[in-house]
């Protein structure tokens, strides 16, 4: 069983921040599936599906992104997840708009939904994709992970997320680093 995070804050008044890509792209991934995350648990929002003979949990944690660790932990143990089975998606301040890196493991870098994923799972040895969300330095960083993006951001992303489609459906056909192999860039 796998199970895939993207992050995020619930309420209209977050859709289309910067912070909120996680939850962007698991509701793509989610379309592309048939499925939708309405289901209620844990203070988690989810769907359940099978992808390639494997049942797969897409999570919309809704404790705020602060808190993400304490419903991912509750998936985990409800579920039996092993760590290596755990996919987060997430914003990341030092990568440039459109920019996306996967990795099998890393420190939070700052991000504070990162940091309480790492408290409840005792571990930074999880998997994730990254998309870059630029930083702007002349903004209090809350001020600018909760803003609106900007038309052009917009446009990059919306050209980003077939890519991050693919890595998802490659997720579920190759081994983890042949995925990084073949989509991450230098």
């Known amino acids: 069983m796998k199970l895939i995070v993207g992050l995020g804050n619930p309420g209209g008044e977050y859709e289309n921040t910067r912070h909120n890509i996680g939850f962007r792209m698991i509701d793509q ?13 844990f203070n988690g929002l989810y769907a359940d599906t099978v992808v390639n ?15 993400s660790g304490e419903v991912i932990r509750k998936f ?27 990795k099998q493991k890393g420190s939070s870098g700052g991000h504070n939904g990162l940091k309480n994923i790492e408290l409840h799972l005792g571990t930074q040895n999880y998997k994730r994709i990254k998309i870059g969300i630029s ?4 903004i209090n960083t809350k001020d600018y992970v909760l803003g609106k993006l900007s038309k052009d951001e917009e446009m990059t992303l919306q050209k980003m997320e077939t890519i991050i489609l693919s ?15 073949k989509y991450n860039h230098r």
């Open 135 to 138: 930083n702007n330095k002349n």
């Open 76 to 102: 985990i143990d409800f579920y039996k997840i092993a760590i290596d089975d755990i996919l987060i998606i997430h914003d990341d301040l030092d990568l440039p708009v459109g920019v996306y890196k996967i």
């Open 167 to 181: 890595i998802l459906d490659d997720y579920f056909q190759v081994s983890f680093s042949e995925l990084m192999s």
């Open 29 to 41: 991934f989610a379309r592309t599936l048939g499925v939708s995350i309405t289901k209620s648990k």
């Open 53 to 67: 003979q494997e049942k797969v949990i897409l999570l919309k944690p809704q404790s705020y992104i602060n808190l």
